[in-house]
């Protein structure tokens, strides 16, 4: 009997045992279907949330170069701290450390922390030096993280620094040429997908998205050492004038090629600290300016096209003044009779007034039209100003008169260069370049040759011993070009005291490679005349551009070389002074 | 009727050896997924260094610390107009 309870005992337990197990079991099993089948999705769903995520990789954006392949803008990674506030509100011990490291002001970052502690995501700090980066790694404070990032660093600082522009923080182009070519430059971010752990570490790569593609490099037509020359003599220039600002453009007239682009004042773009809205402005593009005397070349260009005019026709400007309807031109003195020649070697504004009278109006318009006044150059540049030139249909007599040198029209200094390269280049315009051109464009043709080298031969008087600029000569060179003292326009008419200094010019004229303009504004410290202010720095760039592209010089004075020569040099090499300019 | 015996092994051992040929591929692709990522980030720290070593480079041949430099150390100057001498072939 007790046995037999016991048996019973038993074999009830075992049902009781069993049947436990069995209803574990398909607990188990319901758990696992509820899991596995009825609700996979949203679990998939959300242990992908958790744990594959897609990480953006970094692109790089292209280098800017100049034509011989310096850097002129390179983007370096530096890496960007940020933190989940959500996490690193659970380590407030870390705090006085992060801010330390990162120099922040302890209580602001934690008054930052704290606003915005909701979120999952704040930058503590942007662009972070590599070593501090590092350390911020050592540290290990939870929830906080480096980012990879980059930065733009500029060289050559404020030498080029208005025509490259400068990138934001997330180095997006903002100005400039870095504005202009953003999408050549810019990478594309690529994409992969990877699983993280609990500490947001990448323990796994799953697949690529899409890879990064770096940023193309651009290399433009900038020569390094040409902009460099002509910013150091440009900002000489405008310090001694105690000027307020100032451009200087070089162009290659065979390609229209910005050689050179300088601007005063400047800034550093590698510290954004110091920086001005007045100095962030490419004035050689986007300020206007009335180009004055520099405008002569061109009314007597439309007096040759005419062909009522020759070099040689002699044009009379006595007494030194001349009626126009109610208004009087005048000369700063009586130059008596002059010849075509003439005018643009003493610049005489009675000469070109009385020039420009007798032409057909819409000619003469024709030719400053086609030779790019009044409308933007081909350059592209952001905020590139057109210029104003006003149709000839409203022109009154003494608008004529003005127009013939050079007021009542507004330029940018690069129109202005590029109107002289196309006097440089016999007539032809070329469309004006930032970019290196591997072949010259396809020019139009605005002058005819024989007016353009007519005028050339006179822009070489100007800069002669009886012309207005000597200061502009080259040794070694001929050099031909035209100043320009242009009184400033104020509120109501012109004003007596304020003075652009502006001197255009092209060598060497026997076969032109440059055009240069130089444009100094309100140089205030005794002198004020194109030919003393501005000649000078023309004739310094001119000089030492020649010299780097290895122009040969045209203008040695063999023929009144002496009879004995010194010492004879070996191989066939003649000594040659190239005096000539004090 | 040998083959249906034969064939359902058969296909079985087909089963499972395309299953280890997929499971040894997955493995393949994504050693040669990591292989890669190690190959561009290695790629990337190259280029970084590049950029930095030319950034470095224009930093210490900016002309404005070449001219300097061979002014005052060097005492260079620009050769007078008299001692220039043209080569005229």
């Known amino acids: 009997m007790n046995a037999i309870s016991h048996k019973v005992e038993c074999v009830g337990r075992r049902r009781l045992v069993l049947g436990l197990f069995a209803a574990g079991f398909a607990a188990l099993v319901w758990r696992a279907m509820d899991l596995q089948v009825f609700n996979q999705d949203f679990f998939q769903v959300q242990g992908d949330a958790r744990h594959l995520r897609v990480v953006a990789l970094a692109a790089h954006r292209g280098m800017i170069l100049d034509r011989n392949g310096e850097p002129l803008a390179v983007s370096t990674p530096v890496d960007s701290v940020w933190a989940n506030p959500q996490e690193l509100a659970t380590a407030r011990e870390y705090w006085p450390a992060l801010a330390k490291l990162l120099g922040l002001d302890p209580d602001q970052m934690r008054r930052q922390l704290e606003a915005r502690s909701g979120r999952e995501f704040v930058y503590l700090k942007r662009h972070v030096d590599p070593t501090i980066a590092a350390q911020v790694r050592a540290l290990g404070a939870p929830g906080v993280a480096l980012q990879r990032e980059y930065r733009r660093y500029y060289p050559d600082g404020e030498v080029a620094a208005q025509v490259l522009g400068f990138t934001d923080v997330d180095d997006v182009g903002q100005e400039g040429l870095e504005l202009a070519y953003e999408d050549w430059l810019r990478g594309e971010a690529g994409a992969k997908r990877v699983v993280k752990d609990g500490k947001h570490r990448i323990i796994e790569n799953v697949e690529s998205i899409s890879a990064a593609r770096p940023g193309r490099d651009l290399v433009l037509s900038i020569d390094r050492r040409i902009q460099y020359l002509a910013y150091r003599e440009l900002k000489s220039a405008v310090q001694q004038h105690k000027a307020r600002s100032g451009s200087v453009v070089v162009l290659d007239t065979a390609t229209g090629e910005v050689l050179a682009m300088v601007n005063q004042p400047s800034y550093n773009p590698n510290n954004r600290a110091r920086w001005h809205a007045s100095t962030l402005r490419n004035r050689a593009v986007t300020d206007l300016f009335e180009p004055g005397s520099t405008l002569k070349p061109f009314t007597i260009a439309a007096a040759l096209e005419s062909g009522q005019y020759r070099p040689d026709t002699p044009v009379e400007t006595t007494p030194g003044f001349y009626r126009v309807g109610v208004n009087m031109v005048r000369d700063v003195h009586n130059y008596g009779p002059l010849d075509v020649t003439g005018v643009i070697r003493k610049s005489s504004n009675v000469g070109s007034s009385k020039i420009a009278l007798s032409l057909d109006k819409q000619l003469f318009w024709s030719v400053l039209n086609r030779l790019g006044f009044g409308s933007p150059t081909a350059s592209g540049f952001p905020g590139e100003a057109s210029g104003l030139l006003v149709n000839y249909r409203r022109w009154r007599p003494i608008e004529v008169a003005t127009l013939s040198f050079g007021y009542g029209l507004s330029v940018t200094p690069l129109q202005l260069a590029q109107a002289y390269s196309v006097l440089a280049a016999d007539g032809e315009l070329r469309p004006v370049s930032f970019l290196k051109a591997d072949k010259a464009p396809r020019a139009e043709r605005v002058l005819s040759a024989r007016t353009s080298r007519e005028v050339r031969w006179m822009l070489e008087e100007a800069v002669g011993p009886e012309g207005t600029a000597p200061a502009a000569r080259v040794a070694g060179y001929r050099v031909g070009g035209k100043t320009g003292t242009v009184r400033k326009s104020i509120a109501g008419g012109y004003a007596d005291d304020r003075y652009l200094a502006v001197f255009s010019g092209v060598a060497p004229t026997s076969r032109p490679r440059l055009s240069v303009v130089v444009m100094i504004n309100e140089p205030n410290n005794g002198h004020y005349y194109g030919g003393k202010v501005a000649a000078p720095v023309f004739s310094a760039v001119m000089a030492g551009a020649l010299r780097f592209l290895n122009v040969a010089p045209d203008a040695l004075p063999l023929d009144d070389m002496p009879d004995e020569a010194p010492a004879p040099l070996p191989g066939g090499v003649q000594r040659v002074a190239l005096g000539g300019r004090q | ?89």
């Open chain 2, 1 to 89: 009727m040998k083959a249906p015996g034969l064939l359902l092994p058969l296909l079985v051992i087909t089963v499972i050896a395309s299953a280890l040929g997929d499971v040894y591929s997955k493995h393949q692709s994504r050693k040669l997924f990591v292989a890669l990522q190690d190959m561009e980030a290695n790629r990337d720290e190259m280029n970084i260094e590049w950029g930095q070593l030319q950034l470095e480079q224009s930093t210490w041949a900016t002309h404005g610390r070449v001219e300097e430099l061979a002014r005052e150390q060097l005492k260079m100057t620009l050769p007078l107009q008299d001692d220039v001498v043209i080569v005229r072939p």
